[in-house]
């Protein structure tokens, strides 16, 4: 199995484009998180990244693939 598939088996057909997912957030909301690999951070567009550069969207998805590679930290 390549990166790509297991990243549309984890989100489920939740990916967009490469390296963009949406999140689920609280009250409904949808927050899309990108992967930027020039940079190798992640962004968030909601006000906790914009904030503190960090938010539970990020670690959602960061959380997923430590899970589906076995990393630990
Ligand atoms: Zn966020």
Redesign the pocket.
């Known amino acids: 199995m390549n990166l790509l598939d297991k990243i549309i088996d984890t989100f489920d057909g939740e990916i967009m484009i490469d390296n963009q997912w949406r999140?689920d957030?609280s009250n409904g909301k949808k927050?899309t998180?990108k992967w930027d690999k020039f940079h190798r951070n992640y962004s968030?567009?909601?006000?906790?990244?914009i904030y503190r550069r960090r938010?539970?969207?990020?670690t959602q998805i960061s959380d997923s693939f430590k899970k589906q590679y076995g990393v630990k930290k």
Request: include cysteine; aromatic fraction near 14%; charge should be neutral.
């Open positions: 999140v957030g927050y998180v968030c567009e909601c006000l906790g990244y938010c539970r969207h990020i």
